[in-house]
C-alpha cells in the first residue's frame, strides 16, 4: 500500500474532511469522475482515523503500530469490500482477499458485484470491542458495484450505525447508487484536476506523451498513467487505425481482433471517437483523440449530424450490455458494422 500523501488536487477536499473530525460522521460517500483518485483519497482518510499519532494536516503518522498494520492488510479495525474481480485484479496480503480469492476459485469467474455475504460478513468484526478503544473503518468501492440484496444490507448498518465505526463508501456514478444509501452519508466531491495540474503530475511520473493519454482519458491523470503503461496501447492504436478507415470489411477484421478484449472499455473508446466526429462536426473541437485531427475531420466531412446522433444513442444502448453477450465477436462485428455504415453514405 503506498505511503504518498493525498495527491494535490485533493489537498482542498482534505482539509475539508480534517475538519470534520470533531464532528465525525458514521459514513462518507466520495464521488466524482473515475481515475482521479478518489480510492487513494478513502485508504488516506481511512489510515488516518486509525492512526494513533497523526500530524497537524490530519494525515497518518505512518510510524505507529496501528499505520504499520495497516500497510500489512492486518489491521483489526479496517475492512476494505470490493468485488471479487478487482481482488484478483489488484492483489493483496489481506484475510479478506485470501477469502475472497478461496470463493473465486469455486466459481466459474470472479464476480463484479458486491454481494450480499461480504456485507453480512462484517457483523462479527462490528460486534466485538475495536482495538485499543478506537475507531474501526470499512471502504467500499465501487458503491455502484454493489447489487440490491447487498446495498439493503448496508442500509440497514447506515440506519443504525454503531459505536466508532465509519463507513466509507467511494463511487464514479453517484446516480446509479439507492437514493436511501446517498441520503444516509456525508458526500464529498472529488473533482477533475486541471489540465495543468494534471499534466504536471503525469510528467513528474515519467509518463511519455502525457498530454494525448490525459486527452484520451477525459482529463483523469490516474486512468492516463494507467493506460499509458498498459498492455492495451497496441490495441487502442490498431482499433483507432482502423476507425480512421470506416468499411464493412475492416469492421469484420476488427471484431476478431478485439474480441478478447474488455467490451465495456472497447465501447468506451468508440463512443469517445463517435464524439470527437460529432464534436468537430459541431463546434471544430476534438477533445478525446487530438492525435487523429485529420482523420477524425475527414470523418465528419463523410456523415450527417442525424446519422452521428444515432450511432451515439445505439453505442450507450450497447454500453448497458456490453458486460454479458452472448458472443464478443459478433457483438462487435455488430458494433463495428454499425459504425461503418455512418460513413458509407
Known amino acids: 500500500m503506498s505511503t504518498l500523501q493525498v495527491y494535490q488536487w485533493q489537498q482542498d477536499a482534505w482539509r475539508y474532511f480534517t475538519g470534520l473530525q470533531s464532528r465525525l460522521p458514521h459514513a462518507f460517500l466520495l464521488h466524482g469522475p473515475a481515475g482521479t483518485g478518489k480510492r487513494h483519497f478513502a485508504e488516506r482518510m481511512a489510515k488516518a482515523l486509525l492512526c494513533e499519532t497523526p500530524d497537524a494536516a490530519g494525515q497518518a503518522c505512518g510510524h505507529c503500530g496501528s499505520c504499520g498494520w495497516f500497510e500489512q492488510y492486518s489491521h483489526p479495525d479496517y475492512r476494505r469490500i470490493r468485488p471479487e474481480v478487482l481482488e484478483e485484479d489488484e492483489g493483496s496480503g489481506d484475510a479478506d482477499a ?18 450480499i455475504h461480504q456485507i453480512r460478513a462484517l457483523a462479527e468484526m462490528m460486534n466485538i470491542s475495536t482495538h485499543r478503544n478506537g475507531k474501526r473503518v470499512i471502504v467500499l468501492y465501487p458503491a455502484e458495484a454493489m447489487n440490491i440484496p447487498a446495498a439493503n444490507a448496508l442500509l440497514k448498518s447506515l440506519e443504525e450505525p454503531h ?59 490516474l486512468a492516463a498513467m494507467e493506460i499509458a503503461a498498459s498492455e492495451q496501447k497496441a490495441e487502442l492504436e490498431t482499433m483507432l487505425g482502423m476507425l480512421a478507415q470506416p468499411s464493412a470489411d475492416l469492421s469484420l477484421k476488427l471484431a476478431d481482433k478485439m474480441q478478447k478484449t474488455d467490451l465495456p472499455l472497447v465501447v468506451s473508446w468508440l463512443q ?3 464524439y470527437d466526429v460529432f ?19 475527414s470523418l465528419a466531412s463523410r456523415c450527417n449530424l442525424h446519422d452521428l446522433m444515432r450511432l451515439s444513442k445505439s453505442l450507450g444502448e450497447r454500453q448497458a450490455i456490453a458486460s454479458h ?3 464478443p465477436k459478433l457483438f462487435l462485428e455488430d458494433v463495428f458494422l454499425e459504425y461503418a455504415s455512418a460513413f458509407s453514405s
Request: proline share 7%; charged share 20%; hydrophobic share 40%.
Open 98 to 115: 485470501e477469502a475472497s480469492s478461496a470463493k473465486s476459485s469455486r466459481s466459474k469467474a470472479p464476480s463484479k458485484e458486491i454481494v
Open 163 to 221: 459505536p466508532n465505526t465509519v463507513f466509507i463508501l467511494v463511487s464514479d456514478s453517484l446516480d446509479k447508487l439507492l437514493p436511501t444509501i446517498v441520503s444516509r452519508c456525508h458526500q464529498l466531491a472529488l473533482g477533475m484536476p486541471t489540465r495543468e495540474a494534471a499534466l504536471t503530475w503525469l510528467q513528474q511520473q515519467g509518463v511519455a506523451d502525457a498530454a494525448n493519454w490525459l486527452a484520451l482519458q477525459g482529463g483523469a491523470p
Open 272 to 274: 469517445r471517437w463517435v
Open 279 to 297: 464534436s468537430v462536426k459541431q463546434t471544430g473541437i476534438i477533445r478525446y483523440y487530438p492525435r487523429y485531427d485529420k482523420e477524425i475531420r
Open 325 to 327: 453477450p452472448l458472443s
